[in-house]
């Protein structure tokens, strides 16, 4: 059985920093795009940013030069380096692993940018 779960998720003050993981079991990530979304309160979920199996990555204009992706070199996990946080980053984040013949999702972490 394929699972994904999100850590490091928590509170947070604007300009702050967090590093979100997402660790895997029964799958490994060398085949797969590895990818960040959120979703804020009332929105729908947006991507954030993506890592692919060569290492390429892609991110939204709004989070670029503040947040990095990157993979475990066990190809195990993915992370979210978060740096310069806003309020406007609060949101549930959940990573996404997909291929073309399958999509892993994980349930999600909690991020909130308050003073």
């Known amino acids: 059985q394929v699972q994904l779960v999100e850590s490091g998720g928590g509170l947070v003050q604007p300009g702050g920093s967090l590093r979100l993981s997402c660790a895997a079991s029964?799958?490994?990530?060398?085949?797969?795009?590895l990818a960040w979304y959120r979703q804020a309160p009332g929105n729908q979920r947006e991507w954030v940013a993506t890592i692919t199996p060569a290492g390429s990555t892609l991110y939204q204009d709004s989070v670029k030069g503040r947040f990095t992706i990157s993979r475990s070199y066990t190809n195990t996990a993915v992370y979210l380096q978060m740096n310069s946080l806003k309020a406007e980053d609060t949101a549930i984040y959940s990573c996404?692993?997909?291929?073309?013949?399958?999509?892993?999702w994980g349930q999600g972490t909690q991020v909130t940018v308050s003073s």
């Open positions: 029964g799958i490994s990530f060398s085949i797969y795009r």
């Open positions: 996404k692993a997909f291929s073309q013949q399958n999509t892993y």
